[in-house]
């Protein structure tokens, strides 16, 4: 069973940074598909950034695009997002989420979050103006 537990969010203002992370245990595949998603109050649920653990194909959101990065530590298992020139619609919960293999990594549907099968508790991030 895959654990996922995220750290790092907090308060910030606008302009700044934050670096999310998110610890992995009970791997049983090789390689997974790993995303970051976030949910404001009252809005759907977003993906933000995917990678692919085995080759580290990533993917962004455009409304994160240049700058949020996601990154990994397979040595460590862990994930990673790195991000700057935070805004205050950047505010949201934020969630670590697990697939087993490279899909949807590899596909445009790698922002459905109904296609991931472990999630994380969540890490908040408030971003104030």
């Known amino acids: 069973q895959v654990q996922l537990v995220e750290s790092g969010g907090g308060s910030v203002q606008a302009g700044g940074s934050l670096r999310l992370s998110c610890a992995a245990s009970?791997?049983?595949?090789?390689?997974?598909?790993m995303g970051w998603f976030r949910q404001a109050p009252g809005k759907e649920r977003e993906g933000v950034a995917a990678i692919y653990t085995g080759g580290g194909s990533t993917r962004y959101a455009d409304s994160v695009k240049g700058r949020f990065t996601i990154s990994q530590d397979n040595a460590k298992n862990r994930l990673y997002l790195q991000m700057n020139s935070l805004k205050p619609e950047d505010t949201a919960m934020y969630y670590c989420?697990?697939?087993?293999?490279?899909?949807?990594?590899?596909?445009?549907?790698?922002?459905?979050?109904?296609?991931?099968?472990?999630w994380g508790q969540g890490t908040q991030v408030i971003v104030s103006s």
């Open positions: 989420a697990a697939r087993g293999g490279f899909y949807p990594c590899y596909s445009g549907s790698w922002s459905h979050g109904e296609l991931f099968g472990y």
């Open positions: 009970g791997y049983t595949y090789s390689s997974y598909c």
